[in-house]
């Protein structure tokens, strides 16, 4: 490309960066959006979030399973009350050390090879419990596909937001917790119906068939065209955005301007760049959520909802509870993927927030003044031992704690939950995004984890009220962070957003 072609681009970027405009004019516009071919497009990003199948699968793997394990003949795999709930929990721990990991994966072997690497835990973690013949080799495999799927957290996301254009970024930016929701829907599927007349370790071998697929599929993907200008592939490169976006469209100028983009920055991040608001603020922001993410509730809600339903004598069978709530996810999701790239980020997270909110202080407040003789036995015992029993609801009132409950899934799923992965993979700049896309996730898992050791001993200790009420606190912080902390990114390019934050343009939050 001449230079006289080049100076009118510059020019209206510069414009682009300094007002950030509804359209992407700027960067891409939209003539050049609508010629572009997005199969392909679709094609790699669904052979990426196959990883997170296996991770929601994987995740709810304990659900079916620890029932039979708990009547196990053979007392070397038999669970009790001490390892059940480890069995369970070592896979966050798991999935912390992936992220962990991935710090240094992202960004020595690249987005694609590091999901596809995680396919090698993964499957020996699955065979670890199809083949388990002691206590041992079931938290081993427990661990093993959490860590797969900490790896995948980490790098499904970026790898997305980094072959989309930012006309379906957001949709496919939700597409990791669609797939993932579906994973555990097939999990609950496969438990409810197939080991009916199989073994228990066949769930596990199911499992190994999306990750088999993912490995098959992503070696005929092409890599991040960012990452590899970042490597010096330059050639590469073009050809990954040629097959991504096609060959009679206009890639070639989407491609100089990423790469003048990844020009600008160096390939490591000094100690003393992190002093950088252009890299601290994106970093803290990502993290933030992420943490703020987790300490709402919704990984206690998700493990113990069966226990809480049983404690407010919900009218609910248990064998429906989980698939109730795995549709209310999968359609939430699906709302937030339709609406991301239309409605935006931020109004999503709002609206996520104040559902999370209100559901959250409906139970505690519903749980705090219904009377204690209203559970009857129920009610004077602690919440691990009341999932024993069978509800008996004495009024309809009993919907409440449900509906409420449902609320609260409707609106982490629809805001909370697929947005903080996507805003983590588009606000983190590049040279940092691989380290610092594995720190959030670590948090994240941390987070998880030692909110879920610490619930049941709160519950025993103060009431099953407290929980839902600090998390309804956490949830009105979230607004607040919201407004005052968290950027628009609908219909701005990767490098209109590092712009950003490089520039520290207000109107951009406006």
Known sequence: MERSDREPLVRRTSSSYRTFPESTAGRLDREYLRSLHNKRLYLAAFAA???????GFALVYPSPVIPALEAHPNPALRLDQHTAPWFGSVF??????????????NDCLGRKLSIMFSAVPSALGYALLAGAQGLWMLLLGRVLTGYAGGVTSASIPVYISEISHPGVRGMLGACPQIMAVLGSLVLYALGKYLWLLLDWRWLAVAGEVPVLA?????????????FLLSQGKEDEALGSLCWLRGEDTDYAREYEQIKDSVRKQSRRVSCAELKDPFLYKPILIAGAMRFLQQLSGVTCILVYLQPIFKK????????????????????S???????????????????????MLVSNLTMGLYIHFMPASHNGTVANMSLASSANLPAEPTNYITLIPLLATMFFIMGYAMGWGPITWLLMS???PLKARGVASGLCVVVSWLTAFTLTQFFLPAVNAFGLEVPFLFFAVISAGNILFTGCCVPETKGRSLEQIEAFFRTGRRSFLR
């Open 312 to 331: 407010t004598s919900v009218i609910l069978k248990p064998q429906y509870d989980a698939a109730l709530v795995g549709l209310v996810r999968l359609s």
């Open 92 to 105: 966050t721990l798991g999935a912390a050390a992936g992220g962990l990991s991935t710090m240094l994966l």
């Open 426 to 428: 588009e606000i983190l």
């Open 49 to 55: 979030v196959l990883g997170n199948f296996s991770f």
């Open 214 to 226: 993912m490995v098959l599929l992503l070696c005929f993907m092409p890599n991040s065209p960012r």
């Open 333 to 355: 999701v699906a709302i937030a993927a339709v609406s991301m790239d239309k409605a935006g980020r931020k109004i999503l997270l709002f609206v996520s927030a104040g559902v």
